[in-house]
């Protein structure tokens, strides 16, 4: 997996594109939207209710939660979460200890995930005491998991590289009284509330709306454009391609899907891309799961001689290599980014929460963030809580 400066949501959707069983490349179902010629959909796609479209009609969506969880809970804004001074003077007396478990750390979605979790937990003087990274194996994470139970933490933030086959594991600790908090997706069988704390992730139908509404403002309204999807069935980036073709359904009348395309290998999208530019030669416009596939969609778009001025992509997260080029004023023109460090701190205070009795949500959900050229800056330092890199500084000049 390409971890290049990348805040790919690169979570459990790369270790899905390793592990899973269920691989669908384009599916049979066909969208029938007004707006769209019948393009193939992946087996996992779910048409628009009448209420998400309702939702989608509303003029701006960015800062709105749009998700739902995995098992259908109404998302709790991440913001929200409170702790007040006495629950704080509770938590501090406990000296509690957590534990963070990732699939894979070699990315910037997940070192800020880990960094907001470090913030989070020194505030409230809980002790960190193992972070581990399993590589994207899921033996690795379970020997992680083991290893983590023999220190006896009182919290557990992980997000599965393979949630079925783990979940002995993850059970076993949840037996044992430790507080989970997953990151993004829970371990089938297991119970909010009773195996685990919360699920807590970015509002990835919100993200695919926002990217729907950058893509429009780019093509002035009107257009054919195609999008490349992550071909396996995962709950999250399900969620940011079924909210990018609800909003352009309710909202977009003259933009035309008028072809799709999976990918399995995020690192190896620059040839499905350029297959499908071939097969669709005159399109304007194409969306992308996230920044990573994007790249291979840039270099694609070199090749067949395409100009940023005609041919506008649009994607999911803020990577490092998506915002060098949209400063550049390349071929992406805006995003829908997630904000990974505060998915970070959310967790830690739920976690928290957990330990002295406080409330607790089933799954919370943080709000999407538009990006593009005019106001690069101002967000990069929303999700990294960092200045923006030289390069990308020097490009926005």
């Known amino acids: 997996m390409k971890k290049k400066g990348s805040i790919r949501k690169v979570g459990a959707l790369a270790a899905t594109a390793l592990l899973s069983v269920s691989l669908f490349g384009c599916g049979t179902q066909a969208n029938q939207g007004s707006n769209s010629a019948s393009v193939a959909q992946p087996a996992w796609y779910q048409e628009p209710t009448a209420d998400q479209l309702k939702q989608a009609q509303q003029d701006t969506v960015a800062g709105v939660i749009l998700s739902s969880g995995p098992n259908g809970e109404k998302a709790f804004p991440a913001e929200q979460i409170k702790i007040t001074d006495q629950q704080l003077a509770k938590i501090k007396a406990?000296?509690?200890?957590?534990?963070?478990?990732?699939?894979?750390?070699?990315?910037?979605?997940?070192q800020q995930q880990i960094e907001g979790l470090k913030s989070e937990f020194q505030k409230l003087g809980i002790t960190i005491v193992a972070v581990t990274d399993a590589n994207?194996?899921?033996?690795q994470q379970v020997a992680d998991l083991e290893a983590i139970s023999a220190k006896k933490p009182n919290i557990l933030v992980s997000i599965p590289v393979d949630a079925k086959?783990?979940?002995?594991?993850?059970q076993k600790l949840a037996d044992s009284g430790v507080k989970i908090v997953f990151m993004d997706q829970p371990v089938p069988g297991m119970t909010a509330g009773k195996d685990y704390v919360s699920v807590v992730s970015a509002d990835n139908f919100g993200n695919g709306m926002v990217a729907a509404d950058e893509l429009a403002k780019a093509l002035d309204g009107k257009g054919n454009i195609a999008a490349l999807y992550y071909a396996s069935n995962f709950y999250v980036t399900n969620q940011r391609y079924e909210g990018f073709v609800t909003r352009l359904k309710a909202k977009y009348p003259n933009i035309h899907l008028v072809a799709t395309e999976g990918f399995q290998d995020p690192n190896q999208t620059q040839s499905v891309a350029s297959a499908l530019l071939t097969k669709q030669p005159n399109l304007q416009g194409l969306w992308v799961a996230w920044d990573i596939p994007t790249m291979g969609a840039?270099?694609?778009?070199?090749?067949?001689?395409?100009?940023?001025?005609?041919?506008?992509?649009?994607?999911?997260?803020?990577?490092?290599?998506?915002?060098?080029?949209?400063?550049?004023?390349?071929?992406v023109k805006g995003l829908g980014a997630q904000r990974p460090y505060d998915q970070g701190v959310a967790e830690a205070k739920e976690a928290a929460l957990a330990l002295i009795g406080g409330e607790t949500h089933p799954y919370v959900a943080v709000a999407s963030l538009a990006v593009d050229r005019s106001n690069l800056a101002q967000s990069y330092q929303t999700v990294y809580h960092a200045a923006p890199p030289a390069d990308v500084t020097n490009a926005l000049k």
């Open 298 to 331: 840039v270099s694609a778009a070199r090749i067949a001689g395409k100009n940023p001025s005609d041919f506008k992509i649009v994607c999911e997260d803020l990577g490092h290599e998506a915002a060098l080029n949209m400063a550049q004023n390349g071929f």
């Open 136 to 139: 994207f194996k899921n033996t």
């Open 94 to 110: 406990g000296h509690y200890t957590a534990a963070i478990s990732m699939h894979y750390s070699g990315n910037d979605w997940s």
């Open 165 to 170: 086959t783990e979940k002995s594991a993850y």
